[in-house]
């Protein structure tokens, strides 16, 4: 999935953007306090199964945020080696740094599951 028009739209079409791309579907079988992703504003939740990943949140927004950044992660490698940094869209004039600091959290235990 390409996400440069991510870069390119202001704030409101942004985080329309973003719900658009979240699945309306919740995963309640991973909706476990062992998979909570500790660090988010949101609660989120994170499982690593068989080299799939397994995700959801009661936010729409941090739904569709989280589904952007795992579009871009095809291997056990790439998991392992991803980084807030590596999205350009992530980042002050677009999220808040409660929601930075929450997909740290989020790719730090991917990263975690991954290895």
């Known amino acids: 999935m ?3 028009y991510l870069n390119e ?3 409101e079409d942004f985080y329309e953007s973003l719900m658009d791309l979240a699945s309306n579907t919740q995963n309640v079988k ?3 306090d062992e ?3 500790h660090g988010c504003q949101s609660k ?3 499982v690593l199964d068989d080299d799939q990943i397994l995700f959801d949140s009661d936010s729409m927004f941090v739904k569709g945020l989280i589904t ?6 095809t291997t056990l490698e790439d998991m392992k080696n991803v980084k807030t940094s590596d999205y350009s869209f992530i980042n002050l004039n677009k999220i808040t740094y409660q929601r930075i600091k929450g997909i740290d959290s989020f790719i730090n235990k991917l990263n975690k599951l991954a290895s």
């Open 2 to 4: 390409d996400l440069s």
């Open 30 to 32: 991973i909706r476990q």
């Open 35 to 37: 998979n909570l992703v």
């Open 44 to 46: 989120v939740w994170l």
């Open 68 to 73: 952007a950044v795992v579009s871009q992660l």
């Open 9 to 11: 739209l202001d704030q």
